[in-house]
């Protein structure tokens, strides 16, 4: 089934088309990726059933301004408001904000974080108590970073890959939260990492011209269902190369417990009609001002990835 593919190593081809669970999928982020992470939860609440999110803070918190994005929503105080949400599902932009009660959300704050500061998850976890979701807050002494159990920089470090050692494993965790009981992790990952083609188009909008899936043997042939990872900031592959699709430790859980890892990838972008410099994902308005809703162009990018790999199988 999988024989024909090529791997990351080589040029990549079209996302395969797997048969898994596309109706009912997770979300998870690091920084620009944990903004991103929720916007997807928001904007198709019906769909995503549960989302995590390191280092990020309120739906719609940049309300489409790079000055409040980094004023205000990195290390400020933003105000938890659900004035935005609920006018953009009054007016179909999102799926009804009454899918959130009781959702599944996993926050994670660095005590050390300097970038988006704890204040700042904490905004997000008011954002989602509001609709009575089922939220869990976690906090450990880290810079700015995807934390692990065992691979990285120091625990309190803010540098590139944004990858930390902290003895603690947040892919591991998160997924617990989002999904329920799991079988314990394998001890290497013995699925497959691909690279596939994310769009012809994909640089207009400041996606790499080519994402990642882990995809364990078993789900080569069986239905999985499917977990989607964001990177932040200056964490995609073109700037910190597989570190984080090889490292952030989700795919060792993904191996036992029948799930396929999609990788989306943004990327830097210098144009002024794009100026998206560090390849953040969009979580302040450089595609378009509906950028956090169902027609936000990575959004629609990223939902078309998943739907792709629900298809049947050829």
């Not at 009054?90 to 959130?100: A, F, K, V, Y």
């Not at 704890?118 to 700015?144: D, I, N, R």
């Not at 920089?153 to 965790?173: L, V």
């Not at 450089?286 to 990575?298: H, L, V």
């Amino acid at each position: 089934m999988l024989a024909g593919w090529c791997s990351a190593a080589l040029a990549a081809e079209p996302l395969p088309r797997l048969g898994a669970d596309a109706s009912a999928f997770t979300v998870s982020g690091v920084s620009s990726g944990g903004y991103m992470a929720v916007q997807m939860h928001v904007a198709h609440s019906s769909r995503v059933r549960g989302a995590a999110a390191l280092a990020a803070g309120p739906y719609y918190c940049a309300q489409g301004s790079l000055w409040t994005a980094m004023n205000k929503c990195m290390t400020g105080v933003p105000q938890a408001s659900r004035a935005d949400a609920d006018r953009f599902a009054r007016e179909g932009l999102i799926d009804p904000t009454g899918n959130l009660a009781k959702a599944r959300v996993w926050l994670f704050s660095g005590a050390q974080d300097r970038t988006v500061t704890p204040a700042v998850v904490s905004a997000l976890g008011g954002f989602y108590y509001l609709y009575k979701a089922e939220v869990a807050m976690v906090s450990k002494p880290a810079g700015h970073a995807m934390v692990t159990e065992h691979t990285g920089a120091a625990c309190g470090a803010t540098e590139p890959p944004f990858i930390n050692d902290c003895d603690y494993d947040a892919a591991g965790e998160l997924l617990r939260h989002l999904l329920g009981d799991l079988s314990p992790p394998a001890a290497g990952p013995g699925g497959r990492l691909f690279a596939f083609v994310q769009d012809k188009n994909a640089r207009a909008i400041s996606m790499a011209d080519e994402g990642y899936v882990y995809v364990p043997r078993a789900c080569e042939t069986e239905r999985c269902r499917v977990h989607v990872a964001f990177h932040g900031c200056r964490q995609g592959a073109e700037a910190v190369g597989e570190r984080f699709v090889r490292d952030a430790g989700y795919n060792r859980w993904a191996d036992t417990n029948r799930l396929i890892v999609l990788y989306p990838q943004a990327v830097a972008r210098y144009v002024w009609w794009v100026w998206n410099p560090r390849g953040c994902w969009d979580w302040w308005g450089y595609t378009n001002s509906r950028y956090a809703t169902k027609e936000g162009p990575q959004i629609r990018a990223v939902l078309a990835m998943v739907e792709r790999l629900g298809s049947r199988r050829q």
